[in-house]
T-cell receptor
Framework: AQSVTQLDSQVPVFEEAPVELRCNYS??????LFWYVQYPNQGLQLLLK??????LVKGINGFEAEFNKSQTSFHLRKPSVHISDTAEYFC????????????????FGQGTILTVHP | ETGVTQTPRHLVMGMTNKKSLKCEQH?????MYWYKQSAKKPLELMFV???????ENNSVPSRFSPECPNSSHLFLHLHTLQPEDSALYLC?????????????FGPGTRLTVT
């Protein structure tokens, strides 16, 4: 079974400041990793994903994340946030092994609400 | 219409009512999903359909009944719900059923059970 822990339920930050949203996962198999964002009254939208290769992944809206296998982490970062980045962010993991019991299923963390203040 | 659409966006129903949620994807995808999003809880996967076949039922109570008549449409039939079923129900689709495929989400149906 897999699990995802987002270490902060809420992160307040001022506009133009850097931000890091933390995500740790637990899995007995190799995984794919995702960050999704949910704006108010909307569904989830993919920010970025790690499938293989370079551990530093760049996504939309200036976000990036780094996969650290030894620490089982996939933290999301942005060097300078905007008011429009205010949203809830979800880290998710799926099994990369075809035929595994959780293959194709996304397991989500509980979400981190990022609030950007002027 | 583009992406994934869901209707209705809001639904209030009594515990004895029967209603249905509809999802339609305009992306040519082969897999579709129902999720439940409750306050202060992680998204819960309910059902997965791959090429119209149900491949996952995540121990969902029988008062929720999914239907996938084709790869573009997904329904969730609701009957005799409980107040704790009040939540945001999200539909998603992906190109394939494997874990590497990005899931595209609809805006959700906000369900309130009275």
């Amino acid at each position: 079974a897999q699990s995802v822990t987002q270490l902060d339920s809420q992160v307040p930050v001022f506009e133009e400041a850097p931000v890091e949203l933390r995500c740790n996962y637990s899995s007995s198999v190799s995984v794919y990793l995702f960050w999704y964002v949910q704006y108010p009254n909307q569904g989830l939208q993919l920010l970025l994903k790690y499938l293989s290769g370079s551990t530093l992944v760049k996504g939309i809206n200036g976000f990036e994340a780094e996969f650290n296998k030894s620490q089982t982490s996939f933290h999301l970062r942005k060097p300078s946030v905007h008011i429009s980045d205010t949203a809830e962010y979800f880290c998710a993991v799926s099994d990369s092994n075809a035929g595994g019991t959780s293959y194709g299923k996304l397991t989500f963390g509980q979400g981190t609400i990022l609030t950007v203040h002027p | 219409e583009t992406g994934v659409t869901q209707t209705p966006r809001h639904l209030v129903m009594g515990m004895t009512n029967k209603k249905s949620l509809k999802c339609e994807q305009h992306l040519g995808h082969n897999a579709m999903y129902w999720y439940k999003q409750s306050a202060k809880k992680p998204l819960e996967l309910m059902f997965v359909y791959n090429f119209k076949e149900q491949t996952e039922n995540n121990s969902v109570p029988s008062r929720f009944s999914p239907e996938c008549p084709n790869s573009s449409h997904l329904f969730l039939h609701l009957h005799t719900l409980q107040p704790e079923d009040s939540a945001l129900y999200l539909c998603a689709s992906s190109q394939g059923g494997g874990g590497r495929y990005e899931q595209y989400f609809g805006p959700g149906t906000r369900l309130t059970v009275t």
